[in-house]
């Protein structure tokens, strides 16, 4: 068991929806980061907060929002759902802003888009 | 445009022999590298790191090889246990704010 904490493990939705996928830390990590793995993919880094604060930007589209709340749980919105979006999205953890330092990873909430 | 590449999709290896994971990349600037196991239904979870200073760092049976030179990774596991079987993930660190990983390695450890 990493600490991380995603809840849904599942969502089955339809184009055009939106979904938020929430995401508690370890306890005493500062830092969330959100991963993106489609089919055959490598994990694809989406966003990071820190402290609750945006600290690097990945690959995120502009239908995808996410945010960090004060008491260190971030929420991923994606809106305007289509199938590509369909993926297993990773929330990891760290103590620190840097990502030099090992993250640890939630098992995932896997979308599908139908 | 894959900064880190992991070109071998699968690897399967004997129980007690050596398994040996490969990483490569293309950007330079990158100054630290980390390989994570990630089993299925579960998230990835750290192994190893080595900094972009060192050609070798060893933690147990896991030992990872920088080449700068020639921009390459890899991974030793020796002796592989079935227990090591896994998807294996390479990923880079580039100033300090962003984790780029490799698309993964599937290593099936068979008695």
């Known amino acids: 068991d990493s600490g991380v904490t995603q809840t849904p493990k599942h969502l089955i939705t339809a184009t055009g929806q939106r979904v938020t996928l929430r995401c508690s830390p370890r306890?005493?990590?500062?830092?969330v980061y959100w991963y993106q793995q489609s089919l055959d993919q490598g994990l694809q880094f989406l966003i990071q907060?820190?402290?609750?604060?945006?600290?690097a930007k990945g690959n995120i589209l502009e239908r995808f929002s996410a945010q960090q709340f004060p008491d260190l749980h971030s929420e991923l919105n994606l809106s305007s759902l289509e199938l590509g979006d369909s993926a297993l999205y990773f929330c990891?953890?760290?103590?620190?802003?840097?990502?030099?330092?090992?993250?640890?990873f939630g098992s995932g909430t896997q979308l599908s888009v139908l | 445009d894959q900064q880190v590449k992991q070109n071998s999709p699968s690897l399967s290896v004997q129980e007690g022999r050596i398994s040996i994971l490969n990483c490569d990349y293309t950007n330079s600037m990158f100054d630290y590298f980390l390989w994570y196991k990630k089993y299925p239904a579960e998230g990835p979870t750290f192994l190893i790191s080595i900094s972009s200073i060192k050609d070798k760092n060893e933690d147990g049976r896991f030992t990872v090889f920088l080449n700068k030179s020639a921009k390459h990774l890899s991974l030793h596991i020796v002796p592989s246990q079935p227990g090591d079987s896994a998807v294996y993930f390479c990923a880079a660190v580039y100033n300090t704010d962003k984790l780029i990983f490799g698309t993964g390695t599937r290593l099936q450890v068979f008695p």
């Open positions: 907060y820190y402290n609750g604060e945006e600290r």
């Open positions: 990891a953890s760290s103590p620190g802003p840097t990502t030099n330092e090992k993250l640890f």
């Open positions: 306890s005493g990590d500062l830092s």
